[in-house]
């Protein structure tokens, strides 16, 4: 029987699109942070929250991703 842990880590790293023109592009965020994932290696990600703020080329997209490594557990 396995004991449940009575904390864990979880990690996350943030990531946009850049700044002007495109970065209302939702599939460049994904694929953006879709690479940043893959580098990981065996992650596994707990949420992907995605961020709007408004400006004057369009909403500009960015995400975080919370994920943790099979060290953290």
Known sequence: MTSTPE???VRHFSQANPAGAGCDS???LLRR???SIETLGPAEVQ???IHGELTEHGT???GTVYYHLPADS
């Open 7 to 9: 904390f864990w880590t």
């Open 26 to 28: 939702m599939p460049a």
């Open 33 to 35: 942070l879709a690479d």
């Open 47 to 49: 949420d992907v929250v």
């Open 60 to 62: 500009w997209r960015s």
